[in-house]
């Protein structure tokens, strides 16, 4: 369907009509009076014309302008083109993702899809990239923790996001402790702002709280 943004900038279509309706503008000038024109004109050869002369464009000039103002009336509406409506389906669920940081997520002893080991905080990521690819619909966000809890990304659409947030995280970024009673009390605090009907943590760490100021 065809819209206009200003549809009201298309009443500049009948300014040209406005302008050819209104009475024309004279300007008078002094003029020479010789008694003997006629001899002056034949003594230098000289063609006399009308005193005033209207130039009229060309009948293709005259459908070029028409054509260029009618265009640029027209791109002044700012027409859009909107289509069919699409429904797009939401679960309603927003889900607070906190990953452990200490120092104790570098133990290599996970196994990658290619049966190497690897460290803890590279198995989470894999389990996470395949868990962002299955939430369509979903709000998720992101919390980093060590010694200290923080909050990475508010809940978001924006899964590409997170996925970057993801990929730079490493171990000891936030401290080498586990304050897990922080990481849910970030999560807690931040769910209080949210309207979902749903709201889930899923919290992924390997060890005991050791250096939260909220006790569990």
């Known amino acids: 369907m065809l819209t206009f943004s200003y549809p009201w900038f298309g009443l500049l279509i009948l300014l040209p009509l406005v302008m050819f309706l209104s009475p024309k503008h004279l300007t008078r000038h002094t003029a ?18 009308s005193g005033a002369v209207v130039i009229s464009p060309l009948w293709w000039q005259r459908i070029l302008i028409t054509l260029t103002y009618l265009s640029l009336v027209i791109a002044a509406t700012k027409p ?22 200490s120092g104790s997520m570098e133990a290599r ?7 190497i080991n690897v460290r803890r905080v590279d198995g989470v990521k894999i389990l996470l990239e395949d868990f962002l690819a299955q939430r369509e619909g979903d709000r998720i966000g992101l919390i980093a923790f060590g010694d200290d809890a923080y909050l990475q990304a508010p809940f978001t659409e924006d899964f590409s996001t997170i996925a970057q947030l993801l990929s730079e995280m490493d171990v000891r970024m936030a401290g080498a402790g586990t304050a897990l009673g922080d990481a849910i009390g970030v999560a807690v605090n931040h769910f209080e702002h949210s309207d979902a009907n749903n709201k889930v943590l899923l919290l992924l760490t390997d060890g005991r709280d050791t250096t939260s100021n909220i006790p569990l």
């Not at 996970?110 to 049966?115: A, K, L, T, Y």
Request: glycine share 8%.
């Open 80 to 101: 859009v083109w909107l289509g069919d409506p699409v429904a797009v389906e939401k679960s309603g669920r927003e889900m607070m993702v906190a990953v452990d940081l």
């Open 32 to 49: 020479l009076r010789f008694s003997h024109f006629d001899k002056l004109v034949k003594v230098t050869g000289t063609k006399p014309t």
């Open 109 to 115: 002893d996970f196994v990658d899809p290619d049966g």
